[in-house]
């Protein structure tokens, strides 16, 4: 090789390793936007509890949430080693600071309000909010597509049939669950109908899945608009109310349902995350690299389906989320799904509490539908976002 | 030659969609080590053929085996550890840079391979001189560097049977030829090497073997010598053509007579079998 050819080399190999060892030490500080991504949870998690008619300080958070857990897992074995521990934490000087902080006095309004109002909402909140932005991330490497999200494979849709249904109707065969479990199912039922109609010989064709969703959800606004002809002004008020989406009145048993959903679903997605990477190449290249595709779309299909059905089902419609929060964490830390679906989950969380904290706050004592919050600050932050896209790159790509 | 392992067999390969035949009694044999190159006009067969050796197309008849075992014996898993596909183009949504991209290529690879994948990454960029482009976003890279980094992807994922779909079409002629001669040290080192050409100039030049589909037969199968008669050029091309040598390398050399109205000669050579 000829000199300069030789140098030209030589100066390209250098800029590799730079650029290896920017991704080494990024990916070494990769620890700092979960660390980051867990402080603003926390903190939202803190505001959002503290906040409202009965405000509480965080430290009487942190208090009364302690008692109730002592209380509720005594007799959980190994129990009392966790309280030790913690008990001897106090004997440092950070931990004296600690117990000087944590020695309040919590009213027992307080602990009421707390235990049984708010923290089941902010719960859900951080919940259905990590579930949704998952779902987002996910839907959108299927599609390759940066539009995606929960609404479009037909679940939102479908869900809304069966809390109408249950509302307008009337039906209470199931009490209190008969709401969510009519929204559950029809949604993950509609879901199966467009991957139906969709799937031919073994293999369903990405275009036709997205076109069969809008088609389907279409025809079930259709289905939704008949039966609120049929409904009452007080039915309508509560169909109107639900597919605005609310966080109020949510109960604790209610909460373990969605928080496992959720759970099993955001581990099931982020397994997928290389698969998800492989798959933004292209369906074929995906296959090329030992990707059971078809497999895999309908796994990531179905999940995002259960985990967005169940949210919607107990908090009603609220959008955005799953569509904002994706790209919002790709523009800061890449399109890497492996690092993308948990941030994503962080960053849904957190967002959605704020979104709530707005929602019960900024029109007090009114409550502002949490839908309405978030498409409000959504909607324009992802005009914003994709103003700048396209000043920045001439596009989306 | 004849010692070497056929890699892919095809035998009696069809492909029916649509009412259409897209191929038709194909066979063929392509042995280890070897470049070939597929050739023939637009709508020939040329990537139906290689789709179905991909595995992303089921023969509506024949059978096609990858070192010994049929295709559809072979799970993804193990299929993405023994053949590489370079697309045509590859459209990323996303911003991934250059290098995460090479690094998608290691993925089907055993875990102890994969904690080569630096070095590997690495060699695979600077093979295709894409190393410089190692922390560009791929979107905003041009067509012909993507292809580049496209291929260190196929590279990295160090399979015995390579396909390439046109790698050389976006690519400047240094580029070219670079893109060539690395498909001739991976047959070098054993690998087995398909590729679809429109030059055919890079084709009788770098291939060890032409496959020259027409109308979704192949009409002839050979050395570079072998399949570079006029006739049978200008009739599946539907351009007359006449053939040179290569001043330098004993190739030959196709060239284009610049007239499309001309009656094609009638000393078309008949179609050979294509088993090595």
Known sequence: MSLPGRIRTTIARIRYSAASIGR???????????????????????LNVGIGAVSVAP????????????????????????????????????????RDWLAVDVTRQQDAVIWTIRLPRVLMGAVAGAGLAVSGAALQGIFRNPLADPGLIGVSSGAALGAVTAIVLNVTVLGIWTLPVFAFVAGLLVTSLVYLIARHDGRTEVVTLLLAGVAISAVIGAGVGLLITRATDQQIRTVTFWTMGSLGGTLWNQIWIVALVTAVGIALVIRSGQALNLLVLGEREARHLGVHVERTRTLLMFTTAAMTGVSVAFTGAIGFVGLVVPHLVRLWLGPDHRRLLPCAALMGASLLLIADLVSRTIVQPLELPIGVVTSLIGGPFFLWLLIRTRRQQGGWA | ???????????????????????????????????????????AGKSTLMAAIAGDLAPSAGSIQLHGRALEAWSPGELARIRAVLPQQTILQFGFTSREVVAMGRAPLPPEDRRQDDDAIAFALSETEALHLAARRFPT?????????????????????????????ALDIRHQQLVMQRARSLAARGMTVVAILHDLNLAMTYADRIAVLAHGALRACGSPWEVAVEGLLADVFRCPVAIARHP????????????????????VVPAESGAG
């Not at chain 1, 430290?59 to 302690?66: E, K």
């Not at chain 1, 959980?76 to 931990?95: C, I, K």
């Not at chain 2, 004849?2 to 194909?26: F, K, N, P, Y």
């Open chain 1, 24 to 46: 080494r030490i990024s990916v070494g500080a990769g620890h700092a936007p979960y660390a980051l991504l867990l402080a603003l949870l926390v903190a939202a998690f803190l």
């Open chain 1, 59 to 98: 430290n009487q958070v942190i208090v009364i949430i302690a008692r109730h857990l002592d209380a509720h897992l005594q007799a959980l074995p190994g129990w009392e080693a966790v309280v030790d521990a913690g008990s001897r934490l106090g004997t440092f000087p950070p931990g004296a600071w600690m």
């Open chain 2, 1 to 43: 030659m004849s010692a070497a392992e056929t890699a892919i067999a095809i035998q009696a390969l069809a492909v029916r969609r649509g009412g259409r035949d897209l191929l038709a009694d194909v066979t063929l044999a392509i042995p280890a080590g070897e470049v070939v190159a597929l050739v023939g006009p637009n709508g």
């Open chain 2, 141 to 169: 890279l041009s067509g012909g560097e993507q292809t580049r980094v496209s291929l260190a992807r196929v590279l990295a994922q160090e399979t015995r049977i390579v396909l390439l779909d046109e790698p050389t079409a």
């Open chain 2, 248 to 267: 330098v390398l004993d190739r030959p050399l196709v060239i284009p007579l610049g007239e499309l109205d001309v009656p094609v000669p009638a000393d």
